[in-house]
């Protein structure tokens, strides 16, 4: 699985279907904006060919790995279920899931180590999702995912558990594991499941499904055979655990987030920045149309006893009222950087929008958003179905030298079967 990349430059060519594109509209934007081909439905989160009891998969966080295999343009997309599919699999389970980039199939998942996660948020807005209530088992809500690459190798991926939707957090929460080196593992033991997509070291397998429960709804990701459970699950991965102030003004605040990313790219030498943007804008003139950016560098740990203050450093703007930020991502040569807007009603978002920045070489991403703190390029996706939940995105737009898929790839948070979307680029 070779990695090859270059600087983020693309021309302007014409879109088609459902998703709408502008030409640069900050001021300084570099290049013209990537054009994308049609906005399709190419499958189901999660599912696995014969096996729809897998598709139930509630889906917060997704970021598509740089890895891909060179013959057949398959990639691996690395996806955080929320809280409500972590509740719903049971004590001690939260699951990295590796799924088919170009389709959203179930590929192989890897579970986390339950011991480094955090008591259940004390979020009584969740209860109603799952009715399961509050519990004393560690259930983060995890709300984005993002990964720091390393030259060479794996990176290591961040998982947000960055949820606060009553405003009560004192801290929030990241996790991070080191992604999954696929490309080690025993080619001998690859499995084709989903569209096709070879996962070296998670079997060979035919899945045979048990019926249905006559009347179930919102089957768990592991209601399914245990064989076909087993093929597809990875070893345990270590998880270390970063606790997180949001601070403005020498003063911590609270915030819910549901959009972070890691910037491998940064300018400045040391660990890699990461940011965390406000779901809700926060403005002083009343206009509510800005979206606060944090951001550390630290790496305390939680067995250090110390936190990693998340300093406020701009904000960025859809200069449109009403919007909530869902999520955001990153290229991983830190050319751009995507962030994705909704506004929801009737449980239909009748707004869905994305933004890309373009980023100037040599420069961080505050100096970006001050510069411009509306999006160089501006896409209409409109794909929720009528059961999405606003709040609940997964998105990334890949590497463009990538044999891999190349695009926009998405989901919608629902309580039930969840749709994957792509757009794939054409330039």
């Not at 459902?18 to 994308?36: D, F, M, Q, W, Y």
């Not at 690859?190 to 048990?210: D, E, F, Y």
């Not at 403005?248 to 910037?263: H, K, L, M, P, Y």
Request: proline share 8%.
């Amino acid at each position: 699985m070779p990695h090859r990349r270059r600087p983020f430059a693309v021309t302007l060519a014409g879109l088609v279907a459902a998703v709408s594109v502008c030409v640069p509209i900050g001021a300084g934007a570099a290049t013209a904006c990537p054009s994308l081909g049609p906005m399709l439905q190419t499958g189901t989160v999660g599912q696995v060919v014969g096996d729809p009891a897998l598709a139930t998969i509630g889906i917060s966080g997704l970021a598509v790995s740089r890895f891909d295999s060179e013959s057949t343009g398959e990639q691996i997309a690395w996806a955080a279920g929320d809280r409500s599919a972590n509740e719903r699999a049971g004590i001690d389970q939260v699951f990295l899931f590796g799924l088919d980039a170009r389709d959203g199939s179930l590929a192989i998942r890897y579970p986390l180590e339950p011991a480094a996660f955090q008591d259940d948020p004390v979020e009584t807005s969740t209860d109603s999702i799952t009715k399961l209530g509050q519990t004393s088992n560690p259930i983060p809500d995890i709300e984005d995912l993002s990964i720091d690459y390393i030259d060479g190798g794996p990176g290591w991926v961040w998982l947000f558990d960055t949820g606060d939707n009553g405003g009560a957090r004192g801290n929030l929460d990241a996790y991070v594991v080191r992604e999954p080196d696929l490309a080690t593992e025993p080619a001998s033991a690859t499995a084709t499941i989903g569209a096709g997509l070879a996962v070296p070291g998670s079997g060979r397998v035919t899945p045979s499904p048990p019926p249905s429960p006559s009347g179930a709804s919102g089957l768990s990701f592991l209601t399914s055979d245990p064989e076909l459970d087993e093929a597809l699950t990875g070893p345990t991965l270590p998880v270390v655990r970063y606790p997180i102030r949001l601070m403005q003004g020498g003063i911590q605040v609270t915030s819910n987030v549901e959009a972070a990313f890691v910037d491998s790219n940064a300018p400045a030498g040391g660990p890699a920045p990461i940011y965390l943007i406000s779901k809700s804008a926060v403005d002083g003139d009343g206009a509510r149309t800005d979206f606060r950016f944090f951001r550390f560098a630290t790496r305390n740990t939680a067995a250090s006893g110390l936190t990693n203050d998340a300093v406020y450093v701009g904000t960025v703007s859809f200069a449109q009222a009403d919007l909530k930020v869902t999520a955001a991502s990153i290229l991983d040569d830190g050319s751009a950087f995507v962030v994705r807007a909704v506004n929801g009603g009737g449980q239909r978002p009748d707004v869905d929008v994305v933004g890309l920045w373009q980023r100037t070489s040599g420069t961080t991403i505050e100096n970006e958003i001050a510069d411009r703190p509306n999006p160089d390029c501006r896409w209409s996706l409109n794909s929720a179905p009528a059961s999405s939940s606003e709040e609940t995105i997964a998105l990334d737009l890949t590497d463009a030298t990538s044999t891999g898929f190349e695009g926009f790839v998405w989901t919608h948070d629902v309580r039930g079967v969840a749709p994957y979307f792509t757009a794939p680029r054409t330039g």
